[in-house]
């Protein structure tokens, strides 16, 4: 029932930036945290950075100073700004979030996006 689309991706050299988008839509009462996971050819999918309703928010170490995530709840919409990309962050990008879509029971979602290729080159 919800459903998250992103937007953002694409080709970068190496010192540029992007800003990654995702919107959610759908049977949504509240997002609890909303976020972005990556996941380079042959790793694991990490998280990135998150923000919770309240707006506080955790990055990982590898992308602390260069990235920044932001919200706007009015649109159930979360954005990621990146700085100072590198080869490294190269990955498929995911939105994630997590939620509850039902205000008279207990009824929590977990959404994925589709995913959103970011490349860096040198």
């Known amino acids: 029932q919800v459903q998250l689309v992103e937007s953002g991706g694409g080709l970068v050299q190496a010192g540029g930036s992007l800003r990654l988008s995702c919107a959610a839509s759908?049977?949504?009462?509240?997002?609890?945290?909303i976020g972005w996971y990556r996941q380079a050819p042959g790793k694991q999918r990490e998280l990135v950075a998150h923000?919770?309703?309240?707006?506080?928010?955790n990055y990982a170490d590898s992308v602390k100073g260069r990235f920044t995530i932001s919200r706007d709840n009015a649109k159930n919409t979360v954005y990621l700004k990146m700085n100072s990309l590198n080869p490294e962050d190269t990955a498929v990008y995911f939105c994630?979030?997590?939620?509850?879509?039902?205000?008279?029971?207990?009824?929590?979602?977990?959404?994925w996006g589709q995913g959103t290729q970011v490349t860096v080159s040198s």
């Open positions: 923000i919770t309703s309240g707006g506080s928010t």
């Open positions: 994630h979030a997590e939620g509850s879509s039902n205000p008279y029971r207990r009824a929590d979602f977990n959404s």
């Open positions: 759908g049977n949504i009462v509240s997002i609890y945290v």
